[in-house]
């Protein structure tokens, strides 16, 4: 079955700054790639996605880039803000059939 | 996006006794429906998916007669938690999927979740 990694676990940054969150995964057939943002005690909110047949996608300060070749895919988030700590998570999907990474607890300090 | 409602958010109950937690997708029909539970500081984990009308499909490791999924409708499922045991306390989280291919076949839109506390 899928496998999906996820690092780095924990990332503290300073406001204003770029986060990256870098993901792997290990089933080829896996053709849709979603990034999650979950708060404390709040279901995961579907922030970006990514079908396979696409190397980048933009939404405002937050896009994602995916390698298919190498089964990579990484979330950037720029000009970070305090509302941006929480938990992401990355997933890979194929239909009827997504895995979650780890997750990576975010941390933008003012 | 799409909303998915949970209820309740939270609840507690005693050991043995049974609890159900309700998902509902509010603006469009969920042909499939999944329900992860979530433990502190740890990832989703799947326990079984749901198509409309039909029998749940549970992954490997969950009861399915403690862990009883009902999914009647296109906007409604059910997670009945049966003789419930401290074990069980987690944050229970469904998700709801709708569309065709080309038309949001692979999105999942989660719910709020539900804290369980068995005592």
């Known amino acids: 079955g899928e496998n999906v990694e996820q690092h780095p676990s924990t990332l503290s940054v300073q406001e204003g700054d770029s986060a990256v969150i870098k993901c792997t995964y290990s089933?080829?057939?896996?053709?849709?790639f979603p990034w999650y943002k979950q708060e404390l005690g709040k279901g995961p909110q579907l922030i970006i996605d990514?079908?396979?047949?696409?190397g980048e996608k933009k939404d405002q300060r937050i896009a994602v880039t995916l390698n298919k070749t190498a089964k990579h895919f990484s979330l950037h988030i720029t000009e970070t803000q305090p509302e941006d700590s929480a938990v992401y998570f990355c997933?890979?999907?194929?239909?009827?059939?997504?895995?979650f990474g780890a997750g990576t607890r975010l941390t933008v300090k003012p | 996006g799409a909303v998915v409602s949970q209820h309740p958010s939270w609840v507690i109950c005693k050991s043995g006794t049974s609890v159900k937690i309700e998902c509902r997708s509010l603006?469009?029909?969920?042909?499939?429906m999944f329900w992860y539970r979530q433990f502190p500081k740890q990832s989703l984990m799947l326990m079984a998916t749901?198509?409309?009308?039909?029998?749940?499909?549970?992954e490997q490791g969950v009861e399915k007669d403690k862990f009883l999924i009902n999914h009647a409708s296109l906007t409604l499922s059910t997670l009945t938690v049966t003789s419930a045991h401290p074990e069980d306390s987690s944050f229970y989280i469904c998700?709801?999927?709708?569309?065709?291919?080309?038309?949001?076949?692979?999105?999942?839109?989660f719910g709020p979740g539900t804290r369980l506390t068995v005592t």
């Open positions: 998700s709801a999927r709708g569309g065709t291919i080309g038309r949001g076949l692979y999105e999942q839109y």
């Open positions: 089933d080829s057939a896996s053709n849709y």
């Open positions: 990514i079908r396979s047949n696409v």
């Open positions: 997933a890979a999907s194929r239909v009827n059939d997504m895995r």
């Open positions: 603006d469009f029909q969920a042909t499939t």
């Open positions: 749901s198509n409309e009308g039909s029998k749940a499909t549970y």
